[in-house]
């Protein structure tokens, strides 16, 4: 069953952290590869590499982290917004043109490699398809919402798959459709023409990416002001000063990380299985069995305890199976590339 108390609190801590550094890291090389490639198609002889996108990004998010909570980011906020639905537009109209360019008879929809190859492939997908689902049930979320809070979160939740699957789902099988298995994790990396849509997609993603980085640094922040005792309304220069220290602290992790090894796909992949799939799938079964409000002698109660047992039993096996395929791919990069390698 689901732990309580202390085990309970740092259980949850743990996979809640491993989803937001590990989604921040992915977010670092999304935002350096979309980044390069806008100078690309300005300076295509330039000799800045990803890395430097990279640094520069993690600058731009140092100086946001200073602010001093989520709700003094209702400004880019409000642009990432306006930016997700211009990627989303913008993408999926240039993946379904280039695909239309291509000679479809090249397209291939099967896996490439051997029997173990495919394997660790489609493992490695599980954790992806669980990281689409990371965006709406993050517990500091729910702290914000409005009373009531129940049937607010609900609300939000609704909306939020619903947007998932009108957009990054749309975009997902539009991607797979123009370019079969060869297409990239990253799927800008893949779009070639018209060349200054590419660039605008590219610049949306930038944008889009900024405040969402925000969103999964903030529970670290927390941590650490609540912790240190710095949290107050009027946010004096020495709680200032202590913010700068573990902001700066944990970018330079972050940006080291991503910098040394920009591998997105796996990222994403290890981020969904080991940090979402349980946070979304796994706790919230077992915190419904836990609560003890199911009517055993109603045919809805027989029917949600098997049912939750099964969900939360499935996708520990896909946490599993998922970490294994991402390590395995993570391990594979490493050895294929030198760290800080020019992607």
Request: hydrophobic residues 50%; proline residues 3%; positive net charge.
């Amino acid at each position: 069953m689901i732990p309580e108390g202390f085990w309970g609190y740092w259980s949850i801590a743990f996979f809640q952290q491993v989803a937001s550094l590990g989604n921040n890291i992915a977010i670092q090389i999304a935002a350096g590869s979309s980044l390069k490639a806008v100078y690309k198609y300005y300076h295509d002889n330039g000799k800045l590499t990803l890395q430097h996108f990279i640094i520069f990004f993690g600058i731009f998010e140092l100086l946001l982290s200073q602010l001093p909570d989520i709700h003094s980011l209702r400004w880019v906020n409000a642009l990432c917004t306006f930016s997700t639905i211009g990627f989303a537009g913008t993408t999926i109209g240039v993946t379904i043109y280039n695909g239309k360019k291509i000679d479809r008879s090249s397209v291939s929809y099967s896996l490439r490699g051997s029997s173990a190859s495919k394997s660790f492939k489609a493992f490695n997908a599980l954790g992806t398809i669980a990281f689409s689902f990371g965006d709406a049930m993050l517990p500091e979320i729910q702290n914000t919402v409005r009373e009531p809070a129940k049937k607010n979160m609900y609300k939000s939740i609704s909306a939020a798959y619903s947007a998932i699957v009108l957009t990054y789902w749309q975009l997902a099988f539009s991607g797979y459709w123009a370019f079969g298995s060869e297409v990239q994790p990253y799927i800008l990396a893949s779009l070639s023409i018209p060349e200054w849509t590419v660039v605008m997609a590219n610049l949306f993603a930038a944008i889009q990416i900024s405040g969402c980085f925000q969103i999964y640094c903030r529970p670290t922040y927390a941590y650490f002001e609540e912790r240190m005792g710095s949290k107050s309304s009027h946010f004096p220069l020495r709680n200032r000063l202590a913010r700068l220290i573990f902001t700066s602290i944990y970018m330079v992790l972050v940006t080291l990380i991503a910098a040394a090894m920009p591998f997105f796909g796996d990222f994403v992949s290890i981020c969904g299985a080991i940090g979402f799939t349980p946070l979304d799938f796994v706790f919230p079964a077992l915190a419904y069995l836990k609560a003890g409000r199911i009517v055993n002698n109603s045919k809805l109660g027989l029917l949600m305890r098997p049912l939750n047992i099964l969900i939360a039993t499935w996708f520990s096996i896909v946490a599993i199976l998922g970490c294994i395929g991402a390590v395995r791919f993570i391990v594979e990069d490493i050895k294929n590339y030198k760290f800080f390698h020019d992607m």
